[in-house]
């Protein structure tokens, strides 16, 4: 479902802590910013189309968190049970999130 401005309001008004935005893809880091500028008690995560190459960007746009699936848990490391290679990407994840955090 994607979430609007009233939607987003919606959910905080009825006691939502944190309101996941998906597709995140269909509004990019820059509707967060415009969103949280007049209404910074929000508390946003986007999901859907988070990955390492934005996953930055979302954080600095006013994200507390986000959702991340087959960026971090691809098919292909599934199939052949690459438990090491998950571990690195969400190390890269977390790595990500710091650098953005502190910039």
């Known amino acids: 479902m994607l979430l609007h401005r009233p939607e987003i309001i919606n959910a ?3 006691g939502g802590d944190v309101i996941k935005v998906f597709p995140s893809t269909a509004l990019g880091p820059q509707y967060f910013k415009d969103l949280l500028a007049p209404l910074p008690q929000l508390k946003l995560t986007p999901t859907g189309g988070v990955d ?3 996953v930055g960007q979302w954080i600095k ?3 507390v968190c ?3 699936g087959s960026a971090l848990v691809t098919k292909d490391a599934l199939a052949h049970k690459d438990w090491a290679g998950i571990v690195k990407v969400s190390k890269a994840f ?3 999130i710091q650098e953005a955090r502190r910039s």
């Open 12 to 14: 905080w008004t009825l």
């Open 66 to 68: 986000v959702g991340v």
């Open 61 to 63: 746009a006013g994200a």
């Open 94 to 96: 977390v790595e990500a």
């Open 52 to 54: 390492l190459k934005n």
